[in-house]
């Protein structure tokens, strides 16, 4: 990475800006990819311009403290730089959206707002041509905070990058894998944690091909592959068989927690969240490691490579994913501080350290 600062004359730019995010990037740095990352908004808000977005947006756009940003010196017909909404303005809008949408991918982002910019520069003018509101992911009850650092924007950029690339491959509605993927987005921007919980399954079984009749066994033999060692097997079994009859629940409306009325009733919310969190922790950790390699992927490209990775012995399938998410180290969270993150008193070793590293 390097440091950088300032946009080029004559080009077009687009950045996410992320308002009170959680980090502790410090300088400005350039990703491998090109994109930049700044903690300072790296262009002027003009008396216009903050007219044009109002005095609130005005003012949360400047207190944003990362700036994700692209920019393209080329690409457009000659005398058409003033143009907006062509196929490269979208794209580079594309390409920072998807990078923050994998940074959630590897971890439980802490912000306010986030908010899509992009225009151009011209005789020295930053012209703003697009500003909207991002879609917001959320955070499961129970997460712990997450401070962000350049690594993990670095593998967003790749992970993103990678993305995209099989997105050429594979275009359009029947790619599973790409319905995996936006069925993992949308749970990631549930509210309820039932709803993510339905969806983060869902985003799994896009992984694991499930016969009709036979869904509910091969979710559980299937996944207990991917979430956690051998030796845990019949304790992961066990939490998987819960978590797909939770599924099961919300699916048809039931209240989410009926599956585990044997629990303690003073447990069973605490459950439920713990559940949620860690089918958010293993499907997230399955397409991370999907997308991040290609020799995995090709299992991966179409229904018939996907049946048949899944009839390969379970020693195969362990061995040639590695390992992706062990479960059964996610502890349960019995308190929570007024933003439903896991109260300070049941926070791991070392965590107020780090984030009073990354807040100095």
Not at 56 to 67: A, D, G, H, I, R
Not at 161 to 167: F, I
Not at 244 to 255: A, I, L, P, S
Not at 313 to 322: H, K, N, Y
């Amino acid at each position: 990475m390097r440091e950088t600062a300032v946009f080029p004359e004559n080009c077009k730019f687009a950045a996410i800006a992320l308002q009170n995010i959680r980090t502790d990037v410090r300088a400005s740095v350039t990703l491998r990819d090109g994109t930049i990352a700044l903690t300072k908004m790296p262009f002027p808000l003009d008396n216009h311009w903050r007219l044009w977005l109002g005095s609130m947006q005005s003012s949360n756009l400047e207190n944003c403290n990362l700036f994700l940003v692209r920019v393209a010196t080329s690409g457009w017909p000659d005398g058409q730089l003033a143009n907006f909404g062509g196929n490269l303005d979208s794209e580079q809008m594309n390409v920072v959206g998807g990078l923050f949408a994998f940074l959630r991918i590897i971890g439980a982002v802490e912000y306010t707002n986030a908010f899509i910019v992009a225009g151009h520069v011209e005789n020295g003018q930053h012209e703003i041509r697009h500003f909207s509101t991002t879609q917001r992911f959320e955070r499961t009850r129970g997460a712990l905070p997450w401070v962000v650092q350049a690594a993990d924007l670095e593998e967003a950029a790749q992970l993103s990058r990678a993305y995209r690339g099989l997105l050429q491959r594979f275009p359009g509605e029947r790619w599973r894998f790409g319905r995996g993927c936006h069925a993992l987005k949308v749970a990631l921007e549930q509210h309820y944690a039932s709803d993510r919980l339905h969806g983060f399954v869902r985003a799994l079984e896009a992984l694991i091909l499930p016969e009709k009749g036979n869904t509910e066994k091969q979710f559980v033999s299937r996944c207990k592959l991917l979430a956690g060692p051998v030796a845990a097997e019949a304790k992961v079994g066990s939490i998987l068989q819960e978590i797909y009859k939770m599924r099961c629940d919300v699916e048809h409306v039931h209240d989410w927690d009926r599956s585990i009325v044997s629990r303690p009733p003073a447990e069973r919310e605490h459950i439920a969240y713990l559940r949620t969190r860690q089918m958010e922790g293993l499907a997230s950790a399955a397409y991370r490691k999907i997308i991040s390699d290609p020799a995995l992927q090709v299992n991966f490209y179409d229904d018939a490579a996907l049946r048949a990775f899944w009839q390969r012995s379970d020693i195969d399938v362990r061995s040639t994913f590695g390992d992706v998410y062990d479960i059964t180290r996610l502890g349960m969270v019995r308190k929570y501080d007024d933003d439903g993150r896991a109260h300070p008193s049941e926070w791991p070793r070392g965590l107020l350290e780090q984030l009073s590293r990354a807040a100095s």
